[in-house]
Every structure is written in structure tokens, then in C-alpha cells.
T-cell receptor, first 113, second 115 residues
Framework: AQSVAQPEDQVNVAEGNPLTVKCTYSVSGNPYLFWYVQYPNRGLQFLLKYITGDNLVKGSYGFEAEFNKSQTSFHLKKPSALVSDSALYFCAFRYSSASKIIFGSGTRLSIRP | DTGVSQDPRHKITKRGQNVTFRCDPISEHNRLYWYRQTLGQGPEFLTYFQNEAQLEKSRLLSDRFSAERPKGSFSTLEIQRTEQGDSAMYLC?????????????FGPGTRLTVL
């Protein structure tokens, strides 16, 4: 089945340190890849997406993601974590011709002061 | 607030009761989606509309679930004869074909608890 996997349920990082949230995909063709963030009691917020072109995609709140076709990965990164980045992060994909988004299981990011 | 809104935000019901949720998409968005998110999982697609036409339904959408978008604006999701397994967050999203890269904008969700 076509899917994305987030191998870490939780990631803990100290404020100011770089962070990485991992995502690998098992999808045929050329899907659109996404990262979404979910804060408590709020809806999902779009962070960034990869369609084609430059493998490094920049998004909201200083986040970026690197598309690596050989490793089938799309890891989310930020050079310097903030406590306010603590939230639930979802990797996801959809096909350009389809509308539904397929989400990973999520990674809880916790930034300690 | 011009984002996607959902009502109610929380619903507690007893098993066997019917519930209905409402979603108001971003104005002029022609696509509307419903997803379900259970604890510890990512959202799962349920169904989507383009204007008033329901174009795709997931196998997750059992016979007890029905969704409508009668005038191509707001949508309702009804669950009949609720079961404890229906307890989840129900998310609505909307998008504009050809606009903002077809990105889906999500509402805050309706949390359903079935006792």
C-alpha cells in the first residue's frame, strides 16, 4: 500500500538546537509530499510541500524539508528549535490527480527550555 | 475569521444516538473534505465534495455515515446509531481548484465522544 512512515513517535530537543523529524515514503510515481503541524485544540496547519525541482523546500516558521529520492525520505528540519515548536507533526502525500491526503501516524516534537 | 469553521467543537453522545456535524469552508472554495483522526493516529480520509457533488468515499465511511453538501457551500456529516468506535476527531478541510496549489485548509475539528 502507498504510505508514508514516521519512525519516531516522539522527538525531544533542547531549545536552540537543530531538530529533525523523520519521514520516509513508499509511494509510486511522483507524489506531492507535505508536512503539517497540529497544535492542541487547533486544526492542522500546512508547513511546506515538495512537488518537483529543488530538493530543499522552505516553509513556514523557519522549517525546511529535504527530499531525497534515493533514500525515499522527506525529513523536516529546523536549524534552531523554539519551545513554541512543540506540537504534533505529520508527514503526508497526495497525487496531483487525486484529492485525498494520506497522512503518516505523526511525531510529537517536544522542545525543552 | 475567514478560515474553515466546524460546529460543534465537542460532542458527547450515548451509544445508539445520531449526531450531525457541520463544516463551513473558506468562502469560494469549491472542494470540501472530511477526515477522521483517532487518538495517536494521523487523519484518515473519509470523503470529499466538489461543489455539491460527492466525488469519492472511503471504505471507512460505513452505511451509518452520510455526508451532504446541498448547495455547494457548507457540509454536514451525520453518524447514525453511533458506536464507541466512532469516538474520534472529525476534521473538515477545503480547497480551491487551481488556487494556492490546491492546498487544503483544515478546520479545528469536532471531537466526538461516544459513551
Amino acid at each position: 500500500a502507498q504510505s508514508v512512515a514516521q519512525p519516531e513517535d516522539q522527538v525531544n530537543v533542547a531549545e536552540g538546537n537543530p531538530l529533525t523529524v523523520k519521514c520516509t515514503y513508499s509511494v509510486s510515481g511522483n507524489p506531492y509530499l507535505f508536512w503539517y503541524v497540529q497544535y492542541p485544540n487547533r486544526g492542522l496547519q500546512f508547513l511546506l510541500k515538495y512537488i518537483t525541482g529543488d530538493n530543499l523546500v522552505k516553509g513556514s516558521y523557519g522549517f525546511e524539508a529535504e527530499f531525497n529520492k534515493s533514500q525515499t525520505s522527506f525529513h523536516l528540519k529546523k536549524p534552531s528549535a523554539l519551545v513554541s515548536d512543540s506540537a504534533l507533526y505529520f508527514c503526508a502525500f497526495r497525487y496531483s490527480s487525486a484529492s485525498k491526503i494520506i497522512f503518516g501516524s505523526g511525531t510529537r516534537l517536544s522542545i525543552r527550555p | 475569521d475567514t478560515g474553515v469553521s466546524q460546529d460543534p467543537r465537542h460532542k458527547i453522545t450515548k451509544r445508539g444516538q445520531n449526531v450531525t456535524f457541520r463544516c463551513d469552508p473558506i468562502s469560494e472554495h469549491n472542494r470540501l473534505y472530511w477526515y477522521r483522526q483517532t487518538l495517536g493516529q494521523g487523519p484518515e480520509f473519509l470523503t470529499y465534495f466538489q461543489n455539491e457533488a460527492q466525488l469519492e468515499k472511503s471504505r471507512l465511511l460505513s452505511d451509518r455515515f452520510s455526508a451532504e453538501r446541498p448547495k455547494g457551500s457548507f457540509s454536514t456529516l451525520e453518524i447514525q446509531r453511533t458506536e464507541q468506535g466512532d469516538s474520534a476527531m472529525y476534521l473538515c478541510a477545503s480547497s480551491l481548484i487551481g488556487g494556492s496549489g490546491n492546498e487544503q485548509f483544515f478546520g479545528p475539528g469536532t471531537r466526538l465522544t461516544v459513551l
